[in-house]
């Protein structure tokens, strides 16, 4: 390990691995560290939005066919309704979380990234980072470490303003496919989600404000996804994690910038947090090349302005069946309008345009 170098990220998950990624395709020298030992695997769905794809493509990451699922679009269920739609352009890509850090982590390694794995940061300071009793000289240090972050606390930006907490359980279930989307089951106090990741795996992930809720029980609430299950094999161990809606006020200070879940989170429900955190490494790369990390913070809200809105939207439903149901029946009725949020979410619509359609949505609500 050397004494010093350009970059030093802090976490060694997706958004660290891509960090580490773009800051090497800007000719930095880089090192980065994790305490864990990899493949790193994090309670999550393991769906990647469309417009995650791109970003992901620039950093040189790429899925065997056999690794992944594409996934056409997305269906919503709620009390025997639903709907659906297709993503516009791009589809989203459905793979396990393990299979994604080790492709990034070989990516990553082969463009000359000096890997630390289990090797816990102890502290940062003036002079870099901390690894137990040696300093690594660093330019720039980068905070990865998730929705729980140490970097955030000792770089002083802890600053925020957390709106909601939800939990969620994650496991997969071998099973023949059975749709071609990703899927978001209402009930009245919690989500289901699926996207196969494999042609016969499936990735499960269920939601609630209940802290207490856990998957086999949560499992009952969704008659139509436990049927599809019914029989299935369970795959991985249940894992479990806290959903945050979490802005700061700040994601840098000095030569320190946060990037992912450290630099603030968007509900689960929106499915965006690994497409955020492509695209904020990229542009914090960029913005490191450039010397000025104010302009990270600029870029840095606007990207999370769209993820946040469309979860506030989605979150409208929870705890309201009367509301899901009204919305499954104008979806049906009027699918274009589904059409159209989706295009929304993935970025594909201005938001100014949802002034037209959302009048239009209102109107259906009223008279339905």
């Not at 009390?79 to 589809?91: C, H, I, R, V, Y």
């Amino acid at each position: 390990m050397a004494d010093s170098t350009d970059v030093f990220v802090i976490g060694g998950g997706p958004a660290g691995l891509a960090v580490a990624i773009a800051a090497r395709q800007q000719g930095f020298r880089v090192i980065a560290a994790d305490g864990a030992i990899p493949p790193i695997d994090k309670a999550c769905g393991e769906n990647l939005m469309p417009e995650a794809i791109a970003p992901l493509q620039q950093l040189g990451i790429s899925f065997r066919e056999e690794e992944c699922q594409a996934l056409a679009g997305i269906r919503f269920l709620a009390s025997g309704l639903s709907a659906e739609a297709d993503f516009p352009s791009q589809w989203a890509v459905g793979v396990r979380r393990t299979t994604m850090h080790r492709r990034m982590a070989e990516r990553a390694a082969s463009l000359g990234v000096d890997l630390l794995w289990g090797t816990p940061v102890t502290s940062i300071s003036r002079d870099g980072v901390c690894l137990g009793g040696r300093t690594v000289a660093a330019k720039w240090i980068v905070g990865a470490d998730g929705a729980n972050s140490r970097v955030r606390r000792w770089a002083g930006l802890e600053a925020s303003r957390r709106s909601s907490t939800r939990y969620g359980f994650r496991l997969h279930y071998r099973v023949a496919r059975w749709t071609d989307r990703i899927e978001l089951y209402w009930a009245r106090d919690a989500q289901g989600y699926v996207a196969f990741v494999t042609e016969d795996q499936v990735c499960i992930g269920l939601m609630s404000r209940d802290a207490h809720m856990r998957a086999d029980e949560a499992l009952h609430r969704f008659p139509e996804l436990e049927a599809h299950l019914r029989n299935a094999e369970v795959v991985s161990r249940e894992r479990g994690a806290a959903s945050l809606t979490r802005k700061l006020r700040g994601v840098y200070r000095g030569n320190v910038a946060l990037v992912g879940d450290a630099s603030g989170t968007v509900d689960a429900i929106a499915g965006e947090g690994l497409g955020l955190a492509f695209r904020q490494a990229i542009v914090l790369a960029a913005c490191m090349r450039s010397g000025r990390l104010n302009n990270y913070q600029k870029e840095h809200r606007g990207m999370a302005l769209r993820p946040s809105f469309m979860a506030r939207l989605m979150l409208l439903m929870d705890g309201r069946p009367w509301l899901q149901q009204r919305n499954l029946k104008v979806f049906r009725k009027r699918p274009e309008l589904f059409r159209r949020l989706l295009a929304l979410h993935v970025g594909e619509v201005s938001p100014r345009d949802l002034a037209r359609d959302g009048l239009s949505l209102g109107w259906e609500l009223l008279t339905t």
